[in-house]
């Protein structure tokens, strides 16, 4: 039996939840659904930059785990535009939560979940 899926802290909701090819009705395409876990990781490492580690504590999971979100989720987009896919955000275990900006270097930082530093030492604002 597997494993239960540790809860996942998603710091933004998505702004769209459907992405689809233009001029193709939505139920003649196929369907990719992209969690919202994997949506949270790929949107900290590839469009705000941080790297696993950091983006492994925001979300509260080990950074070889973030490593698989990401890859997955790139997977997905690609899958997506290639094969003229529709992309769905949805679902996952995941619990939305408020984050501050780190004052030295502009990442986000939880609150209310441990400390208020982070790998480059400076604090939240």
Do not use: Y
Not at 26 to 42: G, K, N, R, S, Y
Not at 59 to 73: C, D, F, K, M, N
Not at 95 to 114: L, T
Request: net charge positive.
């Amino acid at each position: 039996m597997a494993r239960p899926q540790k809860r996942r802290f998603v710091g933004m909701e998505p702004g769209f939840r459907v992405f689809k090819p233009v001029g193709i009705p939505t139920v003649e395409i196929e369907q990719i659904v992209m969690t919202l876990d994997e949506f949270e990781a790929i949107r900290l490492v590839d469009f705000d930059g941080m790297d696993h580690e950091g983006a492994a504590i925001l979300v509260g999971i080990s950074r070889p785990t973030l490593s698989r979100l990401v890859e997955q989720a790139r997977h997905k987009v690609a899958d997506a535009v290639v094969m003229g896919k529709a992309l769905v955000i949805e679902g996952g275990n995941v619990e939305m939560v408020s984050r501050g900006r780190c004052d030295n270097c502009g990442w986000e930082i939880p609150r209310g979940r441990g400390g208020g530093r982070h790998h480059c030492g400076g604090g939240r604002r």
